[in-house]
């Protein structure tokens, strides 16, 4: 995430832009003799706006939001041009994806593009002008990336189905059905100064606990706590710890790792490559829930991915269960760092993620090999302390459960 945001500077962009223009228009009233050449606008026609500093078009540019940046490339054949730049829309993804609260399997960009050189795999802008041939296509296109998933353009991205589907989920709704269960496990509901799982218990404004099911009992782990989503849907969440209390307790005074009783090691070749299988009580487990809930240490510098991610793809392996079941991602600090706090700690106003002083969630995804999973998964940035962000990721999940939200 920092080497290609350091290959790509503002100058850069207006480099771009600036060659761009001088491309698009000419200073005299003699056309270029080239009929294959797009024509060329008289500098006199230009408007306005058209004519202001490439300097100050850029800065108006990064103070819009994405759908007023598109309006404007409405406005005129300079502007659509310019607005389709894709150094330009790949500076404002590098700028803005550390801060994204979510991302999930359908909006996340490749980032193995943008950490390539854009000049060996894009048109240069000057190409991509009105008349162009269709077979000079940018073979990433920044834009639309950026548009899948930036939050604010992301509901036409969003999960749906098909109209048989929402028929058939219609008449399933008559039916008395059991609430779906998800199980619960990561570092995050053990290392935070903050427990999520007791401020959840104690959140009536947020969750609602419904019930705490006597049936349905899982060897060893319990029936779990049910919770009512928005005074309609009930789900029932099994909380998977490590271990025991008072050795989690030590654990976090003494800033140190428990010996997962979740899993059990193998022995793998290379051993910087783990593989975990979950104990039979997890098994049982994996196999009665509807999908699963990881929560992450988003701590800036705290989480070591490769365990992480084998342990997560223990859980959902094929063998449990359906590939089809959904993984929600709870990327958790402890509580929302306010910016003025920041300021006054000169190692926290250094980090890369600048002000929130967390993991960002699409470095969050690409930490825990999310890409390489074939369930559908979400990343939503939570705060254990207030819960912000927990009802955005529950009401994904539940959608993605089959449930009508």
Same mark, same amino acid.
Request: hydrophobic share 35%; glycine share 4%; charged share 20%.
């Given at each position: 995430?920092?080497?290609?945001?350091?290959?790509?500077?503002?100058?850069?962009?207006?480099?771009?832009?600036?060659?761009?223009?001088?491309?698009?228009?000419? &200073?005299?009233?003699?056309?270029?003799?080239?009929?294959?050449?797009?024509?060329?606008?008289?500098?006199?026609?230009?408007?306005?706006?058209?004519?202001?500093?490439?300097?100050?078009?850029?800065?108006?540019?990064?103070?819009?939001?994405?759908?007023?940046?598109?309006?404007?490339?409405?406005?005129?054949?300079?502007?659509?041009?310019?607005?389709?730049?894709?150094?330009?829309?790949?500076?404002?993804?590098?700028?803005? %994806?550390?801060?994204?609260?979510?991302?999930?399997?359908?909006?996340?960009?490749?980032?193995?593009?943008? =950490?390539? #050189?854009?000049?060996?795999?894009?048109?240069?802008?000057?190409?991509?002008?009105?008349?162009?041939?269709?077979?000079?296509?940018?073979?990433?296109?920044?834009? =639309?990336?950026?548009?899948?998933?930036?939050?604010?353009?992301?509901?036409?991205?969003?999960?749906?189905?098909?109209?048989?589907?929402?028929?058939?989920? $219609?008449?399933?709704?008559?039916?008395?059905?059991?609430?779906?269960?998800?199980? %619960?496990?990561?570092?995050?509901?053990?290392?935070?100064?903050?427990?999520?799982?007791?401020?959840?218990?104690?959140?009536?404004?947020?969750?609602?606990?419904?019930?705490?099911?006597?049936?349905?009992?899982? &060897?060893?782990?319990?029936?779990?706590?049910?919770?009512?989503? &928005?005074?309609?849907?009930?789900?029932?969440?099994?909380?998977?710890?490590?271990? &025991?209390?008072?050795?989690?307790?030590?654990?976090?005074?003494?800033?140190?790792?428990?010996?997962?009783?979740? $899993?059990?090691?193998?022995?793998? #070749?290379?051993?910087?490559?783990?593989?975990?299988?979950?104990?039979?009580?997890?098994?049982?487990?994996?196999?009665?829930?509807?999908?699963?809930?990881?929560? =992450?240490?988003?701590?800036?510098?705290?989480?070591?991915?490769?365990?992480?991610?084998?342990?997560?793809?223990?859980?959902?392996?094929?063998?449990?269960?359906?590939?089809?079941?959904?993984?929600?991602?709870?990327?958790?600090?402890?509580?929302?760092?306010?910016?003025?706090?920041?300021?006054?700690?000169?190692?926290?106003?250094?980090?890369?993620?600048?002000?929130?002083?967390?993991?960002?969630?699409?470095?969050?995804?690409?930490?825990?090999?999310?890409?390489?999973?074939?369930?559908?998964? %979400?990343?939503?940035?939570?705060?254990?302390?207030?819960?912000?962000?927990?009802?955005?990721?529950?009401?994904?999940?539940?959608?993605?459960?089959?449930?009508?939200?």
């Amino acid at each position: 995430m920092e080497a290609p945001t350091e290959k790509l500077s503002e100058s850069l962009v207006i480099r771009s832009l600036k060659r761009f223009r001088d491309q698009l228009f000419y &200073n005299t009233c003699q056309l270029e003799s080239d009929s294959n050449q797009s024509p060329k606008i008289p500098v006199e026609d230009a408007s306005l706006l058209d004519r202001i500093p490439v300097d100050v078009q850029f800065l108006i540019l990064t103070l819009l939001p994405p759908e007023d940046i598109c309006r404007l490339g409405a406005t005129s054949r300079y502007w659509r041009a310019l607005v389709r730049d894709p150094l330009l829309w790949k500076y404002f993804l590098l700028r803005d %994806m550390p801060h994204w609260s979510s991302i999930d399997h359908v909006t996340m960009p490749k980032l193995e593009a943008l =950490a390539s #050189d854009i000049c060996s795999n894009d048109l240069q802008l000057e190409e991509r002008v009105e008349g162009e041939e269709q077979d000079n296509v940018s073979k990433y296109d920044y834009m =639309a990336e950026y548009m899948k998933g930036h939050p604010a353009c992301r509901q036409k991205w969003q999960f749906s189905r098909p109209p048989y589907e929402v028929v058939t989920s $219609f008449l399933t709704s008559l039916l008395p059905s059991s609430e779906p269960r998800y199980a %619960m496990f990561g570092p995050g509901i053990e290392q935070l100064d903050v427990s999520m799982v007791t401020r959840l218990m104690h959140a009536p404004d947020v969750l609602p606990v419904a019930a705490i099911p006597s049936g349905r009992q899982i &060897n060893g782990i319990g029936s779990g706590i049910s919770y009512t989503y &928005n005074h309609q849907h009930k789900l029932n969440i099994l909380t998977l710890y490590s271990t &025991n209390r008072a050795e989690r307790d030590r654990a976090r005074v003494g800033q140190y790792s428990v010996n997962d009783k979740l $899993f059990t090691s193998e022995d793998t #070749d290379p051993p910087s490559c783990p593989m975990f299988i979950p104990n039979p009580q997890v098994q049982e487990v994996c196999q009665a829930v509807s999908g699963f809930i990881y929560v =992450a240490n988003a701590e800036p510098g705290q989480g070591d991915g490769t365990v992480e991610a084998a342990k997560i793809q223990a859980m959902l392996s094929p063998a449990w269960g359906s590939t089809a079941r959904p993984l929600l991602v709870l990327s958790c600090v402890s509580r929302e760092r306010l910016k003025e706090d920041l300021e006054a700690d000169a190692a926290l106003r250094t980090t890369p993620t600048g002000a929130r002083c967390r993991t960002p969630s699409v470095e969050m995804a690409q930490r825990l090999r999310l890409p390489q999973l074939p369930n559908p998964w %979400m990343v939503q940035d939570t705060v254990a302390e207030s819960l912000s962000g927990l009802l955005d990721g529950i009401s994904w999940l539940l959608r993605y459960s089959g449930l009508r939200i």
